[in-house]
């Protein structure tokens, strides 16, 4: 009778402990925890937070505004969204893959650079037709960044050198050699960035017209959510995924079960860094078209924070992606609105972000009520 009595008490922990939809609830709960928070700063910023979140929805294209420029609506700025999303989706799916065997691939942002770079090169700036050049921008992006992730592998396999210090002398690797290249070779007199790429390799199409408005049409989101899928399947259905599962929970135990360890720690960051370098061709030749030299993307570290706001499940990485992207758009516009200053959308990312990375913590608060629970019931 106790038991019950705690349980009606508390439906919030009735709620968090089912087991079969933790990895739904216990986001959740984190992000309805910091829009509490971030609704506290802004309120004592003297300003609304729902006219504050409001206005982030509509900069991010998911709600209108009052008025548009020539050419533009709603869904002008949706397909821009988009286009940011798809390489979130990328670089968190990354990461996942990483995590899904006990690795943590913080290289991803050097990854996706080195990628973007090589495929750059060797088709961003030839006279190829679209139809050759968007694949082989594809082909390339995976294969470099497999490369990669394979280099970390094996040296994690064979030297036992720990992957994130691999990873991140990588960064440094590829940043200031490929920074070095562009400002010598490749830099635009005007932009000082990398020259601007062909059309035709872009996997991003610029200035589309439908029905009297001009938008972007991101042919990456299709990969982006084709790649969720196939990597969900992977996990669930194959013989492969099941072992990485298995290693990233308990190498010791994994080994002596008879799984390779070292094949599936190789096979797990190949995997991650082929999908880091698929976001990377999305995002320098097709969000953008071009390179800036001595800076690593943002977006592959902040993909880490998203994975584990999306459970590390392929599937949630898609909606957690979705809003951190929505949230980053949209800070220009509440700032010009609300008079909200555009770090505070940065803030508020943050704060979800820091919420989220307590899904661990917030797992075993719950686990521990049951416990308790059960115990007062006996």
Not at 41 to 56: D, H, Q, T, V
Not at 141 to 148: E, F, K, M, R
Not at 214 to 228: G, S, T, Y
């Amino acid at each position: 009778m106790r038991s019950r009595t705690r349980k009606l008490s508390h439906p919030i922990m009735s709620l968090l402990g089912n087991k079969r939809w933790q990895f739904i609830s216990i986001p959740l709960f984190a992000i309805v925890c910091s829009f509490i928070a971030a609704s506290i700063i802004i309120l004592i910023m003297g300003k609304n937070p729902l006219s504050a979140f409001y206005s982030l929805l509509q900069g991010g294209g998911f709600l209108p505004k009052p008025n548009y420029a020539a050419y533009k609506s709603v869904f002008t700025d949706f397909m821009d969204t988009m286009d940011a999303l798809a390489v979130m989706i990328l670089a968190s799916l990354s990461v996942v893959a990483a995590f899904r065997a006990g690795l943590f691939n913080i290289g991803v942002s050097g990854q996706m650079l080195l990628s973007g770079f090589v495929a750059t090169v060797l088709i961003g700036y030839s006279d190829l037709p679209s139809a050759i050049a968007k694949p082989l921008v594809i082909v390339i992006g995976i294969v470099v960044g497999a490369l990669v992730g394979a280099l970390i592998g094996y040296l994690k396999h064979k030297f036992n050198i720990n992957e994130v210090v691999a990873a991140i002398m990588l960064n440094y690797l590829f940043q200031y050699t490929i920074s070095y290249v562009i400002n010598t070779r490749l830099a635009d007199p005007v932009s000082r960035q990398s020259r601007e790429i062909s059309t035709a390799a872009r996997l991003t199409l610029v200035g589309v017209q439908l029905g009297g408005i001009k938008m972007r049409v991101p042919l990456a989101i299709i990969l982006a959510i084709l790649c969720a899928i196939a990597l969900l399947l992977f996990f669930t259905k194959t013989k492969q995924g099941y072992e990485m599962k298995a290693v990233g929970l308990n190498m010791v135990s994994s080994r002596y079960a008879g799984i390779n360890t070292g094949k599936t720690t190789v096979v797990s960051m190949i995997m991650s860094g082929a999908l880091a370098g698929l976001a990377g061709t999305s995002y320098y030749l097709g969000y953008y078209a071009s390179i800036q030299p001595n800076v690593l993307s943002s977006t592959g570290f902040d993909s880490i924070a998203v994975a584990l706001l999306g459970n590390s499940h392929p599937i949630g990485v898609i909606f957690s992606s979705l809003l951190i992207t929505a949230l980053s758009r949209g800070g220009t516009y509440m700032s010009s609105i609300v008079g909200i200053r555009q770090e505070i959308s940065s803030l508020i990312v943050g704060i979800i972000l820091l919420f989220s990375a307590c899904g661990s913590y917030i797992r075993h608060i719950v686990d521990q009520y049951d416990y308790k629970s059960e115990r007062g019931q006996s």
